[in-house]
């Protein structure tokens, strides 16, 4: 049954979280989510406090009430003191401030004069010290959609939480490599006015955090969801796996809570998992302001005026106007544009090889390798840019027609050695010749069964459209 959004008097916001390349946010340690045995392990209880309300956070106080034991473990590699909380947190780091405020432009956002870094009390064992290090960097942003504006109150730059290996009935495993890493925290107002515009928004600003070159990779990005109706009660939903899912999962969020409504139940305001199968189930109850005190740690950032308008003048171009520049200028799909704005040969391969069409380069980067993935099942990371680099070269040389690209790329990956006498074109004339042959032999059959005992015949040494272009005039 379809949805009437607005009669329902839904609401929905959406916060996004992206993690950010180099250093973790308050000490040295490089963010590379080490996937090297442990060589570090402890334990902790965890106890929650006050905050600046002077009471205790509801949702701090339901996971403190599980006593469960928090067992770490992590690679020194990545990992310091910092992170075991047996040392003070170092200052805040300065190029994961200065990302954030340049995405805080990008989304028209005001910049804050000073940084004040907060604890937010958190003790589901995710942080060590039993608080999340955050602080407040922009405010009052938007963005324009196609539903309309759609406002972004804040935009606040924090450090990620543990990794959880394992829920025990008394203990929870974590891993800390990723505790620290720098990260974005977007938050927009509930101005969302369906579940497909929620994944609208979400796409538009998971490219503005693309555009500025964030940490890239599964898990980097998340978004959490924020929805109601009249009547129902505000439910946060974390852990989508991508944004395909936003939608489906915002449809039966609604109509769990309509039929709550329908039954007089009593909804209570509380944080959801997203599932797999786009279901929801409950996970903590909704936490509030009491959590929230200031780090006494760390510094206050002063945020200068003339550094905001340095920043703004150096400001990426956005990855939407990028696309919409190769899509123009390279005669491309909107797709292949979307590929190959983040590849790093592509348009010096087409300075280099300028007797080959820009179109038929960007196919050979982006759509060959997806068809070997799929029609042979192997391994396309192992083609190289050199092997691009080669196969083009043969075919801007006149050496081979375009049809030999696939195969030739199929042999640099099974690393098998090249005869290009397998693959030399056969001249215009050699073709009319075995067309003519082939029509009196064969007779009355239709062009696409000539075309396909050509094609089988000389696969890879003839060009396709030549081909349908001469049967087209002996067939007349």
Same mark, same amino acid.
């Given at each position: 049954?379809?949805?009437?959004?607005?009669?329902?008097?839904?609401?929905?916001?959406?916060?996004?979280?992206?993690?950010?390349?180099?250093?973790?946010?308050?000490?040295?340690?490089?963010?590379?989510?080490? !996937?090297?045995?442990? @060589?570090?392990?402890?334990?902790?209880?965890?106890?929650?406090?006050?905050?600046?309300?002077?009471?205790?956070? =509801?949702?701090?106080?339901?996971?403190?009430?599980?006593?469960?034991?928090?067992?770490?473990?992590? #690679?020194?590699? !990545?990992?310091?003191? &910092?992170?075991?909380?047996?040392?003070?947190?170092?200052?805040?780091?300065?190029?994961?401030?200065?990302?954030?405020?340049?995405?805080?432009?990008?989304?028209?956002?005001?910049?804050? !004069?000073?940084?004040?870094?907060?604890?937010?009390? &958190? &003790? #589901?064992?995710?942080?060590?010290?039993?608080?999340?290090?955050?602080?407040?960097?922009?405010?009052?942003?938007?963005?324009?959609?196609?539903?309309?504006?759609?406002?972004?109150?804040?935009?606040?730059?924090?450090?990620?939480?543990?990794?959880?290996?394992? @829920?025990?009935?008394?203990?929870?495993?974590?891993?800390?490599?990723?505790?620290?890493?720098?990260?974005?925290?977007?938050?927009?107002?509930?101005?969302?006015?369906?579940?497909?515009?929620?994944?609208?928004?979400?796409?538009?600003?998971?490219?503005?955090?693309?555009? %500025?070159?964030?940490?890239?990779?599964?898990?980097?990005?998340?978004? #959490?969801?924020?929805?109601?109706?009249?009547?129902?009660?505000?439910?946060?939903?974390?852990?989508?796996?991508?944004?395909?899912?936003?939608?489906?999962?915002?449809?039966?969020?609604?109509?769990?809570?309509?039929?709550?409504?329908?039954?007089? /139940?009593?909804?209570?305001?509380?944080?959801?998992?997203?599932?797999?199968?786009?279901?929801?189930?409950?996970?903590?109850?909704?936490?509030?302001?009491?959590?929230?005190?200031?780090?006494?740690?760390?510094?206050?950032?002063?945020?200068?005026?003339?550094?905001?308008?340095?920043?703004?003048?150096?400001?990426?171009?956005?990855?939407?106007?990028?696309?919409?520049?190769?899509?123009?200028?390279?005669?491309?799909?909107?797709?292949?544009?979307?590929?190959?704005?983040?590849?790093?040969?592509?348009?010096?391969?087409?300075?280099?090889?300028?007797?080959?069409?820009?179109?038929? =380069?960007?196919?050979?980067?982006?759509?060959?390798?997806?068809?070997?993935?799929?029609?042979?099942?192997?391994?396309?990371?192992?083609?190289?840019?050199? @092997?691009?680099?080669?196969?083009?070269?043969?075919?801007?040389?006149?050496?081979?027609?375009?049809?030999?690209?696939?195969?030739?790329?199929?042999?640099?990956?099974?690393?098998?050695? =090249?005869?290009?006498?397998?693959?030399?074109?056969?001249?215009?004339?050699?073709?009319?010749?075995?067309?003519?042959?082939?029509?009196?032999? /064969?007779?009355?059959?239709?062009?696409?069964?000539?075309?396909?005992?050509?094609?089988?015949?000389?696969?890879?040494?003839? #060009?396709?459209?030549? %081909?349908?272009?001469?049967?087209?005039?002996?067939?007349?």
């Amino acid at each position: 049954m379809e949805l009437d959004y607005q009669k329902l008097g839904f609401k929905c916001g959406l916060e996004i979280h992206q993690q950010l390349e180099g250093k973790k946010l308050f000490c040295n340690c490089l963010t590379l989510n080490s !996937d090297q045995e442990p @060589d570090v392990k402890f334990e902790r209880r965890l106890r929650a406090v006050a905050g600046e309300t002077g009471q205790i956070d =509801i949702a701090a106080r339901h996971e403190m009430e599980k006593g469960k034991k928090f067992i770490y473990e992590c #690679d020194s590699a !990545d990992t310091c003191m &910092v992170e075991y909380d047996e040392e003070p947190p170092h200052e805040l780091n300065k190029h994961a401030l200065e990302t954030t405020l340049k995405v805080s432009l990008l989304l028209n956002a005001k910049i804050v !004069d000073e940084i004040q870094v907060m604890r937010k009390t &958190v &003790v #589901d064992g995710s942080n060590v010290a039993g608080f999340q290090r955050t602080a407040l960097v922009a405010q009052d942003g938007f963005i324009e959609t196609s539903l309309g504006k759609v406002k972004i109150p804040t935009i606040c730059l924090e450090e990620e939480a543990a990794q959880k290996l394992e @829920d025990g009935k008394d203990f929870v495993k974590y891993r800390l490599d990723r505790l620290g890493i720098p990260l974005i925290e977007i938050a927009t107002s509930s101005d969302i006015k369906n579940n497909e515009h929620a994944r609208e928004v979400a796409s538009y600003i998971g490219m503005v955090l693309r555009s %500025v070159g964030v940490k890239r990779g599964l898990g980097t990005i998340r978004q #959490d969801v924020n929805v109601s109706i009249k009547k129902g009660a505000r439910t946060e939903i974390k852990g989508f796996q991508d944004l395909r899912s936003i939608p489906k999962v915002i449809s039966y969020e609604i109509h769990r809570q309509s039929n709550a409504i329908k039954q007089n /139940k009593k909804l209570k305001q509380e944080v959801r998992k997203a599932e797999p199968d786009f279901t929801t189930s409950f996970l903590r109850p909704m936490p509030g302001a009491d959590r929230l005190y200031p780090e006494t740690d760390v510094l206050t950032v002063r945020i200068e005026k003339d550094y905001i308008e340095k920043l703004r003048k150096q400001l990426p171009k956005l990855l939407k106007h990028k696309e919409e520049e190769f899509e123009k200028k390279y005669k491309i799909t909107k797709e292949l544009a979307r590929e190959l704005i983040h590849n790093t040969i592509f348009e010096s391969l087409i300075k280099k090889y300028n007797k080959i069409e820009p179109q038929l =380069i960007a196919h050979t980067l982006v759509n060959i390798p997806k068809e070997i993935k799929t029609r042979f099942k192997h391994d396309i990371s192992k083609l190289k840019h050199e @092997d691009f680099e080669e196969v083009l070269d043969y075919l801007n040389k006149g050496k081979i027609t375009k049809e030999a690209l696939i195969d030739l790329l199929l042999k640099k990956i099974k690393n098998e050695k =090249i005869k290009l006498e397998e693959f030399a074109a056969i001249s215009e004339k050699a073709i009319e010749k075995e067309i003519k042959e082939l029509i009196n032999k /064969k007779k009355g059959l239709n062009i696409g069964a000539y075309m396909g005992i050509l094609m089988g015949k000389y696969r890879g040494k003839i #060009d396709g459209k030549k %081909v349908m272009e001469l049967l087209r005039k002996y067939l007349k």
